[in-house]
């Protein structure tokens, strides 16, 4: 049996709410169920959706008799290079990050998807060249020059890598002096700052 699919993340399915309170007002009630209809709906989204591109994707990056634990490291990175994907749940829409249009796989993966998926999935062009494992690996740098670099004291930080966004999201209690030196080392269009106020629960937090 092949292994879950080659995704450099793991699917989870959103989990729904219980109530905590022992009488909750009608208006909580009603923003509560809606919740739950919501959560219900993209978990239900999902199981039917993963399945279909999970075989699909597998189909032209797996060979026979290959599993994502024994694929090679040319393998790998053939896909990676390729197509990243998420969940839009929002929209209950699977979002294909393409940074090769015209990779023979990609093309085929795309018609077989928007044949069996229709309106559930939906490719965009990627707006950077670098993959997802080069922005992780990006991410880990900002993480480990910050703390390195800049060594906040009672600072708080946090953040990574966003598929949907493409780009790393840091929110932090930093100075205009930390924010412009953070700038200075990596790009503005790859890594975007939020400047946030301080946690004062003291040491910082990486990511």
Known sequence: ????????????????A???????????LTNEKVTKAENDQVAAFQREVHPV????????F??????????TDADRLKYMEQLDW????DNLQVVFVVLKEDAEEMKAIRKELEEKLGAKVKFVKSR???????????????SKFIFNTIKPNDMYYEGGYFRDKQRIEIKGA?????????????????VNITKIAPRGDGGPTAF
Request: glycine share 2%; proline share 0%; no cysteine.
């Open 62 to 71: 797996l060979k026979e008799n290959q599993s994502s634990e024994t694929m």
């Open 86 to 89: 998420y969940w839009d749940n």
């Open 18 to 28: 219980t109530a905590t309170a022992i009488a909750l007002t009608s208006a909580q």
């Open 1 to 16: 049996m092949k292994s879950r699919m080659i995704r450099v993340v793991s699917v989870v399915l959103v989990a729904t």
């Open 128 to 142: 950077i060249s670098q993959t997802t494992l080069e922005m992780s690996e990006m991410s880990n740098e900002v």
């Open 53 to 60: 591109v999970e075989g699909v994707v597998e189909k032209y």
């Open 174 to 190: 930093f100075t205009d002096e930390q924010v412009q030196a953070i700038y200075a080392k990596f790009d503005k269009k790859l």
